[in-house]
């Protein structure tokens, strides 16, 4: 008995590092966001999003394959995304040059 329980609380503990949940990525210093950041009219703005979106976009597409994730969302306000990740994908992809931090959403229930 004790094998198949010790069989099965591995069997979930690799399922659950297979299960893709919400994931923060926060990036290095970045001197070309500051610079586009402090640009504050329309057009900078515009031009701060589509660079944002295009060096998120090329760092998982440089780490993953694609199909094995999900870009929710680029950050403006500090610079850095939302993806839907496994456990051991978040691993890899802290060790990513220009990452800073790879933190899992934790929702507070009240």
């Known amino acids: 008995?004790?094998?198949?329980?010790?069989?099965?609380?591995s069997r979930m503990e690799k399922e659950s590092n297979n299960a893709s949940e919400l994931h923060y990525?926060?990036?290095?210093f970045d001197p070309e966001y500051d610079r586009l950041r402090a640009d504050r009219t329309r057009e900078g703005e515009s031009e701060l999003h589509s660079y944002l979106s295009k060096k998120h976009d090329d760092l998982l597409a440089s780490v993953f394959?694609?199909?094995t994730y999900e870009k929710?969302?680029?950050?403006?306000?500090v610079d850095g995304f939302s993806?839907?990740?496994t456990d051991?994908?978040?691993k890899l992809l802290r060790s990513a040059n220009g990452v800073r931090a790879v933190e899992k959403n934790?929702?507070?229930i009240p």
């Open 25 to 28: 990525v926060f990036m290095e």
């Open 65 to 67: 394959v694609l199909g």
């Open 72 to 77: 929710k969302i680029s950050l403006v306000i």
């Open 106 to 108: 934790q929702e507070i």
């Open 88 to 90: 051991d994908q978040a």
């Open 83 to 85: 993806v839907e990740i």
């Open 1 to 9: 008995m004790e094998s198949t329980s010790a069989s099965v609380t």
